[in-house]
């Protein structure tokens, strides 16, 4: 296999670092032992049948881990997610790392330990689940069940459980979260259209793209969104808005949020989420759907059994329900755009797709029906081989540098010998770092009774799974085991299947006026910006009550601070070279 002509040593550096000294130090708490044999060890490891290791004495005792009294198990190695984020060198991805402040096992500590209601130190645990997590719930139950359930279904069953037998008080989706972060990203995107900022935006929603680009493109940071992700957006709401409602202050909430993607554990820990006033986070544990799944099979609930009122829509709900936005799975971030753009102008426009490799890189194209001129383009990339294409575009259309050493030069003559492009460049690219979009998140649940039957993995290398530490379904058990295998194409399009239910995949956007029939979208346009005005406290009381209102400065101020965040580029003190391979 030959490496690409643009690669160079000192271009080997994602962060994986083999010889890299962790900076978290260790105590060591051995006491000294008496030798009898100079240079002769004085203890052994064993590993017993369940995997776990034990130190035990070598000075002529016997090395059975049964033999109580000459072993001392050895416990893992802690490694907190702060500890991660102040090292500039070892990771780009949260599954690489044990994350112990970021884990199912964390709520129901604390959710053990927290008081009772109407007690001092009590605190108000809420859940908020993204849609993706209720889809994959929802294809992992029809795969092993064969009977069809709907996101409504999924969480009222997700609901129950969370209430009667984890304790939680209040269990919401983020999908109005998610309305109003396509609020403050389309107010953003005509802000920097006018001037205020540096085009073609990028989507900010997949914490691991922000990671990847602050750590391996920091030139890249000036165009990506400075609005929140719905999960922080909802922090803001959980802590903030529902705080103020419930008379409660923001350290007297604990949020949980099921998420399907790791990288959110990595989002939630920054620091720009953290509120010194009151020492809390906006989100203070995030869990993955296969956690949440984990936590539902040890707890003994089946997400099978119905529950009652699982098919009416609340309406007594207090934020809009299972809003769902045309567009893609992930968020629907650029056709929020092309909706708000189609509903700006009287004229008719014209919408063309084109496909660039596969369905996970597209372009979108909005033109004047009458004169041709493009009005709009944008792209949809997903997984790191499309953004990494991207980047390099939007690199050449912006005129700043990507890529390091030798291989970024080597780009940069390369595009200048090109030159001549007269076509017009990107506006807005939606990112995520998944294939396939954010149904496809590591934290999802895999089809591992599909796996079972293959004896390649997704890279094409041949694989015994029992031998790669891999448990597979026996025949004729359980075939809907959770497994560690990540998910392939025709699961992913399963997924997607679910996550849009009874809608057509993905479903058409809608016209300029189609939008205001939708009950639901009005309900869901008022509150948001019932919830600017609550949050923001504007002093002109006039404000026409749509969320791309201008208010005052100071409250225009407050809306960036609860709404939008920043983003650091992080300098690595690793060099290719020193690398010890």
Known sequence: M????????????DFLTPSQACIKPVEQVNEPQEIIEPGAATTEIVIDSRGSYYEVSANGVSTNASSKGTERKLQQAQISLNDCLACSGCITSAESVLITLQSHTEVLNFLDSNPPISTPGHKIPVLSIAPQSLASLAASLLSSSGSPVSLRQILRRVRAFSTRILGFEHVYDITFARHIALLEHTQEFFERKSGNGKLPMLASACPGWICYAEKAHSEMLPFIARTKSPQQVMGTLVKSWFGNRW???????????????????????RQDFYNDQYSTRDVDCV??????????????????????????PDVDTEIPELLSHPGTSSGSYLHSLINSITASH???????????????????TLRARDTGEVLFKGAKCYGFRNLQNVVRKVGREAGV????????????????????????????????ACPG???NGGGQLKPIAQAAGQKEDEEGFTRTWEESG????????????????????EWTKE???????????????????????????????????QVKMDLCHPTDGSLDGSWGSIMDEEAETRRRELFRTQYQAVESEVVGLAVKW
């Open 346 to 364: 009287t004229f008719p426009v014209d919408l063309t797709i084109k496909s660039i490799r596969t369905s996970d890189y597209e372009e979108f």
């Open 470 to 489: 891999v448990q597979m379904p026996v025949p004729g058990e359980d075939s809907a085991m959770q497994g560690a295998k990540w998910g392939n194409r």
């Open 495 to 529: 997924v997607e299947r679910v996550y849009w239910h009874d809608l057509p995949t993905p479903p058409p956007s809608p016209g300029r006026h189609d939008r205001d029939l939708e009950t639901p979208f009005v309900c869901g346009d008022r509150l948001a910006a």
């Open 437 to 439: 979009g954010c149904v």
């Open 287 to 312: 869990i993955t759907t296969g956690e949440l799944e984990l936590m539902m099979r040890d707890k003994g609930w089946d997400l099978s059994q119905t529950v009652e009122n699982e098919g009416i």
């Open 2 to 13: 030959a490496f690409s002509g643009a690669l160079t040593l000192t271009d080997l550096n």
């Open 401 to 432: 540098q990507v890529g390091r050493g030798a291989a970024g030069r080597l780009v940069g003559m390369r595009a200048k010998k090109r030159g001549g492009e007269d076509e017009k460049g990107y506006d807005y690219v939606e990112v995520m």
């Open 247 to 269: 008379g409660v202050q923001p350290d007297q909430i604990y949020h949980v949020s099921v998420m399907p993607c790791y990288d959110k554990k990595l989002e939630a820990s």
